[in-house]
């Protein structure tokens, strides 16, 4: 019997597993380790189309392991299991991952327990559907030197777009045996009109090509040749040309009149609108690549068709330009960074009113600032907090960071470090998400073993969904108070004791006025506390001023600037949300650094859309309590 997987990266499935007994566990595995065939590491193929295994070149002997290739980037084991588990038992899945990003790399292997279940596998679920994207099944190949070879590879251009791989794969399968299929799809999840097939022999491949190249598929004329890499390409010969610049008025037949001066034109065209109207450019083909460059040096920058200088130049496809001009951004944005690398910073949390010059000004008693920019939103006409600013030395920037990191300008402290690229930063996002991950699917897995007084000290079993226990929290997961409801960051004493209660306190008072929010020892009230109401505490939430605000915080010490915005939190939201508020706050204060909190004070709808995640967390651990 297969269990659902849980774990998000590799995932083992033997029988008879139980889930009470860790002695039957082990007794389980061991006896699926005996009887079972080759785990998936062994890295064993087996060729399509009927061949025995272990025959094919690359393959050291029989296993039941298939590749699954053009996964999406969002595929999980669980995906997979889903759909593999239809067909038999499953020992192991796996989704290759990036080591740094932990993203897909968008193939994965499964591995049977029995080789008629993978073969079956192979027959009815190849080009199946997996989130509006077709899996490649194959069998998995332990030496990848005939795959990276190319040989056997073949290309086929000029197909109808409603050719699938399916399609493709019935077409060519009669020739040989096929390592592998694909057509090739657009970001609009549309064929681009050609595709690929590799058969495990170059005589296959030359067979195919003999029979297919130049006949008709789907009512269109296919060209099949042997595939080559970017690198044994010649590029450099070409003979179709773009023209454009020219009159709306040219004709197709005065374009081509123009163009057959310098060689024979095979075919041309005249791009027109709905409206059959032209939009000024056209295409051209000769025969030979000597006579596009001689049209190219005739017509490019000469005035054929009116007053206008006509571009003329090499055809390159969109998709191919595509790739040229993000070539072009990553090396420019690259450069730019290593001439700038250690100098640049950048600075958050900026107020709204903020310019160039004004950023500038901030920074330019620590040395030559080469750039200063604000990042500004067009349809406000503000800042949109954040900017950047270039010294002319390392050691200016490092100045400046030191000095400017932290320090309250308006009502905020500044954020400043130094830029990196966006694909770093999300190289560092993703690697702190996974080993977040990983580090919950661990703590769901360890076992119950910690005693009554263990559990009365405030550990406990995490559970799924369930929050983690914070510095704020006692037993159960539950905030501990003081005798007057206000949330304790200190840890309870043993034996559960609490701090005395006042005598004349009522259900439902108020907490007193003295009563700080610490976050070293347990709070008490102050001698002869008054008692207010609650408008007086939401009056006095919003009582002191920004600016006073700020300067008391300003000069607070780093380990007190949390605590102070703490309770300033807490008491804007303690009207609302009543008894739950010291747990919000906590998760807040645990959740997010200084300058986030700030932003919190100030941005409402910001700060109720984190008071509404921090509930919904405590639902959920809460549903799954019960």
């Known amino acids: 019997v297969c269990r659902r997987p849980t774990s998000t990266d590799f995932i083992y499935l033997t029988s008879r597993q139980s889930l009470k007994n860790p002695k039957t566990e082990e007794m389980s595995a061991a006896t699926a380790s005996a009887t079972a065939p080759a785990p998936a590491n062994n890295n064993a193929a087996i060729p399509a189309g009927g061949a025995v295994p272990g025959s094919a070149p690359g393959v050291s002997g029989p296993s039941a392991s298939l590749y699954a290739g053009g996964l999406s980037a969002d595929v999980l084991e669980r995906d997979l299991f889903d759909v593999f588990s239809v067909v038999g038992p499953i020992y192991s899945i796996r989704v290759i991952r990036d080591t740094v990003t932990r993203r897909s790399r968008g193939y994965a292997y499964v591995n049977f327990i029995s080789m008629k279940d993978a073969e079956r596998a192979l027959e009815t679920l190849n080009y199946t559907k997996i989130k509006n994207q077709e899996v490649r099944l194959s069998w998995k190949m332990r030496d990848p030197t005939l795959r990276k070879s190319g040989v056997g590879n073949i290309f086929i251009k000029n197909l109808d777009k409603s050719v699938d791989t399916r399609a493709l794969h019935d077409t060519f399968s009669q020739f040989g045996n096929i390592v592998s299929c694909k057509i090739s799809i657009g970001d609009d999840n549309e064929s681009r009109g050609y595709g690929f097939v590799q058969y495990q022999t170059k005589e296959e491949a030359d067979k195919a090509i003999e029979k297919v190249n130049g006949n008709k598929i789907m009512d269109r004329e296919v060209t099949v040749a042997h595939w080559k890499p970017q690198s044994e390409r010649d590029s450099a010969k070409f003979s179709n040309l773009f023209i454009k610049n020219f009159e709306k008025t040219v004709t197709d037949e005065q374009f081509e009149q123009a163009l057959s001066k310098f060689g024979n034109v095979l075919s041309s065209k005249v791009a027109r609108d709905e409206n059959g109207e032209s939009k000024g450019f056209g295409f051209c083909q000769f025969e030979t690549h000597e006579q596009a460059q001689a049209a190219i040096e005739g017509m490019n920058e000469k005035e054929l068709f009116g007053e206008n200088k006509l571009t003329v130049c090499q055809h390159i496809s969109k998709v191919r330009r595509q790739v040229m001009r993000k070539r072009q951004q990553d090396e420019r944005r690259q450069k730019l960074f290593n001439q700038t690398q250690g100098n640049n910073l950048y600075v958050k949390f900026l107020e709204t009113d903020c310019t160039d010059d004004k950023l500038r000004e901030m920074f330019a008693e620590f040395g030559d600032i080469t750039s200063a920019r604000v990042a500004m939103d067009d349809a406000k006409s503000q800042c949109r907090g954040f900017g950047f600013v270039c010294f002319a030395s390392q050691e200016e920037a490092t100045k400046a960071l030191t000095a400017m990191n932290g320090k309250i300008i308006g009502t905020k402290p500044l954020f400043v470090s130094l830029h990196q690229p966006k694909s770093v930063r999300q190289a560092q996002l993703h690697a ?123 000069n607070a010490p780093p380990a007190q600037q949390k605590q102070m915005i703490g309770e300033r939190i807490f008491k804007m939201l303690m009207p609302v949300h009543g008894q739950i508020t010291g747990k919000i706050t906590g998760m807040l204060l ?37």
């Open 590 to 626: 645990e959740g997010f650094d200084v300058p986030a909190l700030l932003n919190l004070l100030e941005d409402e709808q910001e700060r109720e859309a984190k008071v509404k995640m921090a509930i919904d967390t405590l639902n959920k651990a809460l549903a799954a309590k019960k």
């Open 432 to 554: 702190q998400f996974f080993q977040r991950q990983q580090q919950m699917m661990m703590n769901r897995s360890m076992p119950m073993a910690m005693g009554p007084m263990q559990m009365g000290m405030g550990m406990m079993q995490p559970r799924p969904g369930q929050v983690m226990m914070m510095p704020n929290m006692g037993p159960q997961g539950r905030m501990m108070r003081n005798n007057q409801g206000y949330p304790i960051a200190g840890r309870q004493q043993r034996g559960g004791r609490r701090p005395q209660q006042q005598q004349g306190q009522q259900q439902g008072q108020q907490p007193a006025a003295g009563v700080q929010y610490k976050g070293t020892a347990v709070n008490a009230p102050a001698a002869a506390p008054a008692q207010p109401t609650a408008a007086a505490v939401v009056a006095r939430a919003a009582g002191s001023s920004d600016e006073d605000f700020a300067k008391r915080l300003a």
